[in-house]
């Protein structure tokens, strides 16, 4: 590989690192939006800009919507006192963190986010790289991330975040299963017998021209989205961060930036769970069921991949909506809900669809 | 009368928990689009109540005429000692030469002060009161011992329905005849 198109990878790869880590920041800023105006309130509307903010009705507009506010926490989180405490273990205390994050940006670099058709309408997907094993490689790296999470409430040494830890081991192995195999049917439609199409994520999107598959597989969509909110640690599954039982879970001795990454990672799973999901079953950048996008060149590109922000957004909110409405489960209904009721379903839903998809096949 | 509340098994939807999931969106969706309640607070100020108890204050006549006589019942009755008068004489030749007494200084610590009221209840002049002021800052403790001239800004001047010193004066004018 020559210089150049090294550099140009390095550039995408910073391109889309620096998208999805502002998609992060302003979903941290919907978070507390969302969350205040379901409870009542208005939320950060005070953090302003010298320049912009003063511009006098998008500039006061901004402010009030907390545009700004992003930019204040992440400031907090650099410059508050970093407080290691002297009961740590320190190499893996300070790898936690890091361990946390790395995961999320790492599953990035194979979900797809839109479409270029070139001019003799061959379709190139916008993705850092287009891997066959595309949703393997997500599932296999995105459960590195509890790895941060169990070493940070091991490396704590202290009680609240060893709970913590311990909850995230236990929830990450339920709901993993109930994820991989909520997934199988999908991936057996998509590879129905006589057609070509491997574990790549691209071909889940192509394969979603027609109907998406949220409609023709309900039950899958639905288990993948629970183990979702499970595996993200989001209520109603926050178990191992369960900040009215454990403090702050496996973060309590955390501060400063080893916390803001912890912070980010949080979101940064989010983000890439609701891409996934909407790779998976929303049909990625198709704009409507059953409605293809079929616009050619840049100007396609440019709507692919804003039709696929769209969708994540939403999830998003999704995600902070449920956060915001539902209580948290109690740790044994958690267990009990992983192994003795989305297992199962998971498992019924496999074999039904293995059936389907064998009676279609030999009815053709 | 032991209210006996009969609890019916949840049927089969109920125990998947979605209907009350959905129907809990709902509400909070409801919210999101709701008017919001936030008092935005240095912009906007509550509705105090008439009786509310703030800071407590000295105020003037409509004469312009301090109230207090430094008579000291309120530093007496004071249950956090925040009071301290120290009392001092009237001029001779001044107008209200005829008022028996008025603080060379009067000291409040704000540190102290429980906002209890009773100095306002027990001053027999009616010239302590615990007005609308709620918020005090200060950046050392020294800025929380509110002076004589910090207490008579912030009370002002009340309507007074008496004139007790000027019936007084009238008194002694005619000859205080009974």
Known sequence: ?364 | MALLVQRKPLSWLEKTYLPQILGGMRITLKHLFAPKVTLQYPEERPVLPENYRGVPTLVKDPNGREKCVSCQLCEFVCPPKAIRIWPGEIPENAETAHVEKAPDDFEIDMLRCIYCGLCQEVCPEEAIFLQDIFSVTGYSRDEFKFRKNKLYELGGTLPDKHYKWDKKKEAAFRGNEH
């Open chain 1, 1 to 364: 590989m020559d210089f150049t198109s090294f550099l140009i990878i390095l550039a995408q790869a910073l391109a889309v690192v620096v998208v999805l880590m502002t998609f992060c920041a302003y979903a941290v800023l919907a978070e507390r939006k969302v969350s205040a105006w379901i409870q009542g309130r208005v939320g950060p509307n005070r953090t302003t800009l010298p320049v912009i903010g003063s511009i006098p009705v998008i500039g006061t507009f901004l402010t009030r919507l907390g545009i700004f506010q992003p930019v204040a926490d992440g400031l907090k989180f650099l410059f508050k006192e970093d407080v290691t405490p002297a009961h740590v273990n320190r190499p893996y205390y300070i790898l936690a963190p890091a361990l946390a994050l790395v995961p999320a940006l790492v599953t990035v670099t194979v979900v797809p986010f839109g479409q270029y058709i070139t001019e003799a309408g061959e379709m190139v997907p916008l993705v850092l790289a287009d891997l066959d094993i595309g949703i393997l490689f997500i599932l296999a790296v995105s459960s590195l991330g509890v790895y941060g999470i169990v070493l940070a409430g091991w490396a704590s040494n202290s009680k609240y975040p060893f709970l913590g830890g311990i909850r995230a081991t236990a929830q990450m192995i339920s709901y993993e299963l109930a994820m991989g195999l909520s997934l199988l049917p999908v991936f057996m439609w998509i590879n129905a017998p006589g057609t070509d199409a491997a574990l790549n994520l691209t071909a889940v999107v192509q394969g979603q021209q027609g109907w998406w598959l949220v409609l023709w597989q309900p039950l899958s969509a639905f288990i993948f989205l629970v183990a979702l909110f499970a595996e993200t640690n989001r209520l109603p599954f926050d178990m191992p961060e369960a900040e009215t039982e454990l403090v702050g879970g496996f973060h309590t001795e955390y501060s400063s930036f080893k916390f803001g990454l912890f912070f980010v990672a949080e979101y940064a799973h989010i983000v890439i769970g609701s891409a996934v999901f909407t790779v998976l079953f929303l049909g990625g950048w198709h704009p409507l069921p059953g409605v293809p996008l079929q616009l050619e060149g840049i100007l396609g590109a440019i709507s692919s991949v804003g039709i696929f922000t769209t969708k994540v957004a939403l999830l998003v909110f999704l995600f902070i909506w449920v956060r915001w409405t539902l209580p948290r489960f109690r740790y044994d209904q958690v267990m009990r809900m992983g192994w003795k009721v989305l297992l199962p379903l998971a498992i019924g839903n496999l074999i039904f669809y293995a059936l389907a998809i064998a009676a279609f096949d030999s009815l053709k």
